[in-house]
């Protein structure tokens, strides 16, 4: 019953955030995060309170190139870099997002905690992400000593 009340409860839907944003480079580290976090829910179940406390356990990340890796991590902004993808094509523009799954622990009526089977996911929205190739321009004048 309690791991039925858990699939039941509503989970963010968590935006996946890139940094550079709106536009990246081609072969360049493009960090990505989002900001999921845990949160408490409580149900009755025949007479009894139930407490959920349920929480991000890993990451899907799907670049948009055809490509998903999965962490531990909900990765952060710069300088963190602990979630990061370098796109291949130039010149084309992604969707990218973010599948978390979650997880939960229960306690019934403010007693000791215990694990909940199973986990639920919740698949973010899709942003778009401009792919782009930069030049290398040679400026200024050689010194010629």
Same mark, same amino acid.
């Given at each position: 019953?309690?791991?039925?009340?858990?699939?039941? /409860?509503?989970?963010?839907?968590?935006?996946? /955030?890139?940094?550079?944003?709106?536009?990246?480079?081609?072969?360049?580290?493009?960090?990505?995060?989002?900001?999921?976090?845990?949160?408490?829910?409580?149900?009755?179940?025949?007479?009894?309170?139930?407490?959920?406390?349920?929480?991000?356990?890993?990451?899907?990340?799907?670049?948009?190139?055809?490509?998903?890796?999965?962490?531990?991590?909900?990765?952060?902004?710069?300088?963190?870099?602990?979630?990061?993808?370098?796109?291949?094509?130039?010149?084309?523009?992604?969707?990218?997002?973010?599948?978390?799954?979650?997880?939960?622990?229960?306690?019934?009526?403010?007693?000791?905690?215990?694990?909940?089977?199973?986990?639920?996911?919740?698949?973010?929205?899709?942003?778009?992400?401009?792919?782009?190739?930069?030049?290398?321009?040679?400026?200024?004048?050689?010194?010629?000593?």
């Amino acid at each position: 019953m309690i791991t039925a009340a858990f699939r039941k /409860i509503p989970v963010p839907k968590e935006r996946s /955030i890139v940094q550079p944003a709106n536009k990246t480079l081609v072969n360049f580290d493009t960090i990505f995060y989002t900001r999921s976090q845990g949160f408490q829910r409580t149900v009755v179940l025949l007479g009894q309170t139930i407490t959920l406390d349920i929480s991000p356990v890993s990451y899907t990340w799907s670049p948009g190139d055809g490509s998903s890796f999965t962490t531990s991590s909900p990765g952060g902004p710069y300088p963190d870099k602990t979630v990061i993808h370098r796109y291949r094509k130039a010149h084309v523009t992604v969707r990218h997002h973010v599948t978390v799954s979650w997880g939960a622990r229960f306690r019934v009526n403010g007693g000791a905690w215990a694990p909940v089977s199973g986990t639920v996911q919740s698949v973010g929205p899709s942003t778009a992400l401009r792919i782009a190739e930069a030049v290398p321009v040679l400026t200024g004048v050689a010194d010629q000593r």
